[in-house]
């Protein structure tokens, strides 16, 4: 199971690049040659997109995305434990129901024909590698979900660095 948990981690790693790459190089075509990549806003803001799902499912499990602990940081560790099943409770219902939304946006992004500028590459496959990430942050959730009320021991905290 970590393994699976890894490599969407790696997945979305190799998404920052891309995205980092994308715009790197239209910057230095266009600064130094006068030229750009067809389509490349296009692109650079549909792998944007893919890049928020797959960032959701990489934050979502490990538990490092934004959060305000005032509460939480305050109670027991029992009560530390409900309120981290309840709040991945409800950001597992909040994901799953964006990814039931967003799969109707690959649908209809697939009819209607939606290309890009330039080219004319279909968007729908870039929403479908989207949805595939949100697809993964439902599983990874329910997974934390899982662990967190079962087996909260093979809950790894991220480590924090301080500055000393």
């Known amino acids: ?5 890894d490599s969407i981690e790696w997945v979305a790693a190799a998404f920052v690049g891309i995205v980092a790459l994308n715009t790197f190089i239209a910057v230095f075509l266009r600064k130094f040659f006068a030229i750009s990549i067809p389509d490349y806003y296009d692109f650079g803001r549909l792998l944007l997109g893919i890049l928020i799902f797959w960032g959701i499912a990489a934050t979502s499990y490990r538990g490092t995305h934004i959060t305000v602990d005032l509460v939480w940081a305050n109670a027991t560790p029992k009560y530390q434990r409900w309120i981290d ?3 991945t409770l409800v950001l597992l219902f909040v994901v799953t129901v964006q990814t039931y939304t967003l799969f109707d946006k690959v649908v209809t992004t697939y009819y209607d024909h939606v290309l890009t500028y330039d080219l004319r590459l279909p968007n729908w496959p870039f929403f479908a590698v989207a949805w595939i990430g949100d697809v993964s942050a439902v599983l990874l959730i329910a997974i934390r ?6 087996n ?3 809950m790894v905290e991220p480590k924090i660095k301080t500055a000393e």
């Open 152 to 154: 909260p021991e093979l």
């Open 1 to 5: 199971m970590d393994r699976f948990i």
């Open 145 to 150: 979900t899982w662990r967190l009320i079962f």
């Open 85 to 87: 099943i309840f709040a």
